[in-house]
């Protein structure tokens, strides 16, 4: 596959088995909506951006894949949750609970060792608690994304890694794209996505694809 094809490849994967839940492309929405905040205050305001990005992107995101995202036999794929985590191409729910482990020791760890473990000197733990937190967050959240697609790599190629990093950075955009439609879904209370539509754009986007 080219580039493009790939990264069309995993969205679709990714939306197919992790997105049937309305109330999950709800939140999804809301998170992309925080992200593209998010990006705007990096230049502006970092130590803002890390909290809109982690406290409320982030926050509505998994909470949308942990309570609402139905973990029983997926029939429209024809695939069990098991396996559905074990193709994951990204973060699995099982890597995400480490990953949000982190997330949440990182504040603590700061309350109780202010220096942490020696790696903020006097004029950084000056700066107080919310500013060192939200350093360290983008530290994490950096450093989780370059770790997995370093790691994609090693498993299953180098284009494969960069098509994964550059899906993660554009899911923002593509997810308001895609489930700006969810309010109406819900008011109409249509709760879960049946894929139709979307098996129609794929077997249409593959059409379009030049023979080889």
């Known amino acids: 596959m080219t580039f493009l094809e790939e990264l069309h490849r995993q969205r679709w994967d990714d939306h197919r088995y992790y997105h049937h839940n309305?109330?999950?492309?709800?939140?999804?929405?809301?998170?992309?909506?925080?992200?593209?905040?998010?990006?705007?205050?990096?230049?502006?305001?970092?130590?803002?951006?890390?909290?809109?990005?982690?406290?409320?992107?982030?926050?509505?995101?998994?909470?949308?894949?942990?309570?609402?995202?139905?973990?029983?036999?997926?029939?429209?794929?024809?695939?069990?949750?098991?396996?559905?985590?074990?193709?994951?191409?990204?973060?699995?729910?099982?890597?995400?609970?480490?990953?949000?482990?982190?997330?949440?020791?990182?504040?603590?760890?700061?309350?109780?060792?202010?220096?942490f473990f020696g790696l903020l000197g006097d004029q950084q733990i000056d700066r107080g608690l919310v500013y060192n937190t939200a350093i360290l967050w983008l530290a994490t959240g950096v450093g989780a994304v370059l770790f997995r697609t370093v790691h994609l790599f090693h498993l299953m190629g180098f284009q494969s890694g960069l098509v994964w990093a550059t899906k993660i950075l554009t899911d923002p955009f593509h997810d308001i794209r895609i489930y700006h439609r969810a309010p109406m879904h819900i008011l109409k209370g249509d709760m879960y996505d049946d894929m139709t539509d979307w098996y129609r754009e794929v077997s249409f986007q593959e059409e379009q694809l030049p023979s080889r």
């Open 22 to 115: 309305r109330v999950n492309q709800l939140l999804h929405l809301l998170s992309a909506s925080c992200f593209v905040v998010s990006y705007y205050l990096i230049f502006v305001d970092p130590v803002a951006a890390v909290m809109v990005g982690w406290l409320l992107a982030m926050v509505l995101r998994q909470v949308g894949h942990f309570f609402f995202e139905p973990k029983s036999y997926d029939a429209v794929n024809g695939a069990t949750h098991e396996y559905k985590e074990s193709v994951k191409v990204g973060y699995n729910l099982r890597r995400k609970v480490i990953l949000l482990s982190v997330w949440i020791a990182v504040p603590i760890i700061l309350w109780f060792i202010p220096d």
